[in-house]
DNA sequence: TTGAAAGCGTTACCAT
DNA sequence: ATGGTAACGCTTTCAA
């Protein structure tokens, strides 16, 4: 591998010094070099296809333009993979990289792998996790710009800004949308009931209910899980051996793979989806949500965007907003953050909220007539 | 932020040069310092809590102990997930950090993504694809050490190594599964048929009919893709409207997703699993495949075990085998390849086949008599 | 307008 | 045995 060439073979090749191809490279050559020099080094660094040295640049500048990202199950889940996704997209798009660390739900590994990119000298943090939690922010983090993406600080004076998704919204509109259909027998099937996300949804359940002066049906809603075979057996003990007048005539999940078991119990019960029943999921997973059979009518979390805005935020923090510094590849200022997300009514808040996305498929239908 | 002790900062402390310094912490120091000055600085090191600055050691050494990731689809997925988990796991064992850039599907991104890990001076790369595929190698890939984790060069002359899993095998071993069982009416609904993955997986199918003399069905064989749609619509295929006699006992699937939907289209049916039909997975996706009702008999795919052994091999490469340089955490022995990881037979091979593993659960059972 | 020099934190070499 | 110094590649300040 020849070595790459430095500053000094481009100054050599245009006759100059090195400080004049570090001046006119950065943009501070007029009024301090000759514009002939000047066109002597521009073209020089392109024949040598010259860029700089990143090492050498954040040995200089104490800045790395590298964000670490932690994660408690990164690279292993279709869920905060799409978060960090989103962030990759935008920091990419501003001349940063990114180093993701997972620590496997293994909290004991947060405090190392944020020393460990603390020590590389990053220059930012994002904290993201699987599924919506509080989290005990490893001491580290508060040393940079951090900012915490689908978990919250969970000290008794949060000191990190956070993105996380809008549940309780998500939770009503998703009812709302069965409301709209004519349903009023609506069955929940709610996550774990020690989770954070699943009270959220389930208390925008009822506020749906409220708006409609319906009461809720308590013994229709039980914690089933997140999985499968939850669904499938909370499926089962609404709908096996209940005459049609008696048993619900749409069930609500805590999300898509809990919905899979609600169309086995369906299927081995010779009920049709949506005819006899709609079923509604939530998180919209690819390949499960957009081809099951019927597809699922499904409340989309917006993970990208959560990941996107995250990062937008925290380079806001480090080198001020939409200061995409040139760096080569397609930008323009800084990705937007997208229409409807908001930041929470606290005064000086640290809370944003990204709504989730309603997503119409076969799975619902209008409520048969009684 | 209260900037880092440096090892000036050890030196006068110590009341030595950074030279010293530099040589007692590198092992360096007998035979060269003197015993007294050696404890001085040892313990100056701790009480400043002094650790070199990595940037710094980089920029020094040309190496920076980052191992760039590119992938087709890292941070989304279940599935090259885990392989990353598993490269990410070693290097860290071993005082390398890893830093993974995804591409989307996105080929004519794979070239910048090179270039930029390239640029940072990683000291080594090793390209992930979510599925089995042959690569067309970023050029760049050629210009450091380079290791391919389930995709393989198809450059005419191929130039790196790669890990794969062992498909043929994989398909022969689900099919002998079910052989075993007493099966002899097995369905093999295939993935997609342009995919590098799924025709392995069919010759497995035909090694195993064929050593028990055994002629395969080849009305019973479709590629329908690898999702729930595709499953569920090829099982109502095979099974829709044809009398028990006449249908197949068991159905091997392309993968889990494609079990869910012959499980929905035997629930429909009427048909009892496994009692009236065996339904064999491949993957074993988690969340997926362990809480099925019934649970499924699948094919792991060794996603970590090829992860780990890309990265040993990488790092074997960059740095001799097993030289875990004392970096601080936990070690021993470069993290071992695990059982059964063999290399194919060529002279000097490039490729390592990763067995996949059997996962007997509840989906397949006894054929029944006829 | 230009170039020389210092400094970022290390390590390796070479005088002392 | 010890410590000074150059080098890694860059930016910035200061002097010419």
Avoid at 50 to 67: D, F, G, H, K, W
Avoid at 233 to 248: F, I
Wanted: proline fraction near 6%.
């Amino acid at each position: 591998m020849q070595r790459k060439a430095t500053a000094l073979d481009v100054a050599k090749r245009a006759g100059v010094s090195r400080s004049a191809v570090s001046l006119v490279l950065n943009g501070r050559g007029d009024g301090n070099v000759a514009k002939e020099s000047q066109d002597r080094i521009r073209r020089a660094a392109v024949e040598l296809s010259y860029s700089p040295n990143p090492i050498a640049l954040s040995l200089r500048n104490q800045r790395t333009r590298m964000i670490g990202i932690v994660s408690d199950h990164v690279v292993v889940s279709a869920f905060d993979g799409n978060i960090i996704g989103g962030a990759d997209d935008v920091a990419r798009s501003r001349g940063f990289v990114t180093v993701a660390m997972d620590t496997e739900f293994d909290a004991a590994r947060d405090e190392s792998a944020v020393e460990t990119l603390l020590d590389r000298q990053v220059d930012g943090l994002i904290y993201v996790t699987e599924g919506l939690k509080p989290l005990d922010v490893p001491p580290g983090m508060l040393r940079v710009p951090s900012v915490l993406a689908n978990c919250y600080d969970n000290a008794p004076v949060p000191a990190l800004p956070h993105m996380i998704p809008d549940e309780v919204r998500g939770g009503r509109e998703a009812t709302n949308h069965l409301l709209e259909l004519g349903h009023r027998d609506i069955a929940l099937l709610a996550g774990a009931a020690g989770s954070a996300a699943a009270p959220l949804r389930v208390a925008g359940y009822r506020e749906a209910f409220a708006e409609a002066r319906l009461d809720v049906r308590e013994d229709w809603m039980s914690w089933v899980g997140w999985d499968i075979d939850g669904g499938f057996h909370g499926a089962m003990k609404l709908l096996d051996g209940v005459s049609p007048a008696e048993r619900p005539t749409a069930i609500m999940c805590a999300n898509d793979r809990a919905a899979i078991g609600v169309a086995l119990a369906a299927a081995r019960l010779g009920l049709s989806v949506p005819g006899d029943l709609s079923i509604m999921g939530y998180d919209d997973e690819s390949h499960v949500a957009d081809t099951m059979v019927p597809t699922l009518t499904t409340m989309a979390l917006p993970l990208r965007e959560m990941g996107a805005a995250a990062m937008t935020a925290l380079l806001a923090q480090i080198e001020g907003p939409g200061k995409s510094e040139g760096h080569g590849k397609s930008e323009g200022p800084g990705i937007p953050v997208g229409p409807g997300i908001s930041e929470n009514g606290r005064a000086a808040s640290l809370e944003t909220l990204a709504p989730c996305r309603l997503v119409i498929r076969e799975s619902t239908g209008p409520a048969a007539h009684r």
